[in-house]
């Protein structure tokens, strides 16, 4: 199940598109940098597939930690490694449910084509093309649910609305929280943000 999702993480050079001549792009991605993302959304490296489906076909979350094995190595994984790995902050809201409902309400427009507030219920080509993009980055990397990219969310939009309007976010809670789910059997979690870890290590570390 977890090779089906591993072709939908995301990798961003930020090198390459801070150099764009594309201004809304470049000031979407220096949004992204802003928000302590870049660790985590910029990390380079081989996909190890194997390892990643047998990483969640022996997962489980025991006293806060991710634990499993691959190869028979033992790999316990605490939220101050992943926070630490991808240089994660480890302050801000630390949940979707704390943004303030007049923040979200601007980003509708700021994100708007039209300028009139995008609806919550409609599809991404409501907005921008930089925001379009965006939402696809928060869709497969962050969010990691199935389901339509193209389709707008409350949660999705209230993911752009942190890079949008600079709203700190406790990244290593957040997305921590998300890896526990990813081994919880049943979850309804994508495996790509276990990817994004898999990339960052070396084969015998994972």
Same mark, same amino acid.
């Given at each position: ?13 930020? *090198?390459? =598109? %801070? ?12 949004? !992204?940098?802003?928000? $302590? +993302? ?32 691959? *190869?028979? =190595? %033992? ?12 240089? !994660?902050?480890?302050? $801000? +809201? ?113």
């Amino acid at each position: 199940m977890a090779a089906s999702f591993y072709s939908n993480s995301v990798h961003v050079d930020f *090198d390459s =598109v %801070l150099e764009m001549d594309e201004p809304g792009m470049v000031s979407m991605f220096q949004a !992204l940098v802003a928000s $302590g +993302l870049q660790g985590f959304l910029g990390c380079t490296a081989m996909v190890y597939e194997e390892a990643l489906v047998e990483f969640f076909a022996n997962g489980t979350v025991r006293d806060g930690l991710v634990v499993s094995s691959v *190869d028979g =190595v %033992l790999v316990e994984i605490s939220e101050e490694l992943f926070a630490e790995t991808f240089e !994660l902050p480890v302050d $801000g +809201l630390g949940d979707l449910t704390e943004m303030p409902k007049d923040v979200v309400f601007d980003a509708r427009s700021i994100v708007s084509l039209s300028r009139e507030p995008i609806s919550l219920s409609g599809r991404k080509n409501q907005m921008k093309f930089e925001f379009r993009l965006l939402c696809d980055i928060m869709a497969k990397a962050i969010s990691v649910k199935a389901g339509s990219f193209n389709a707008i969310t409350v949660e999705k939009f209230s993911l752009i609305t942190t890079v949008v309007c600079r709203i700190r976010m406790n990244w290593a809670n957040f997305l921590f929280s998300i890896l526990k789910k990813m081994v919880t059997p049943g979850s309804k979690q994508a495996k790509g943000l276990a990817n994004q870890f898999v990339r960052k290590e070396e084969p015998d570390e994972v």
